[in-house]
């Protein structure tokens, strides 16, 4: 074991930029960051920072939440004549359902026909639903 000398000769390596006989720049070119004394490597965070998409504009925007659309056809189907129609109902009957733990806005379109007569109440009604609802005696409130 005393005998064992490693196959290569370890040598020094040589230290550049130190003054002595290597010229100005010392074997390091001329101007750059590889030139410059100091660290050459990125910060590790510098990476994740990067990572990350940059938001514009000043705080943050807000989108609206689009209202639970509701055809007349479908209240036709599931509703008798002269009921009450809310959000909390619609819930009920499955007909619209809960956006992040919240009762949605619903809005009924008049798409489709109705005989029936309806009751509404907290709902956005559009110019078509609310004129076939009043010619069938219903109310919009």
Do not use: W
Request: aromatic share 4%.
């Amino acid at each position: 074991m005393h005998q064992i000398q490693p196959k290569r000769i370890l040598k020094s390596r040589k230290r550049i930029g130190r003054g002595g006989k290597k010229g100005t720049y010392s074997g390091r070119g001329m101007k750059g960051q590889k030139s410059r004394a100091g660290g050459k490597k990125q910060p590790i965070i510098r990476e994740l920072i990067k990572r990350y998409p940059k938001l514009r504009g000043y705080r943050l925007r807000f989108t609206k939440r689009k209202p639970f659309i509701v055809n007349l056809n479908v209240l036709e189907s599931k509703f008798d004549s002269g009921s009450k129609i809310n959000p909390e109902i619609l819930l009920g009957k499955k007909i619209v359902h809960r956006i992040k733990g919240r009762v949605p806005k619903v809005k009924i379109l008049g798409n489709g026909e109705t005989k029936k007569s309806f009751i509404i109440e907290n709902c956005l009604v559009s110019k078509k639903a609310k004129e076939i609802i009043e010619k069938n005696k219903g109310s919009v409130k």
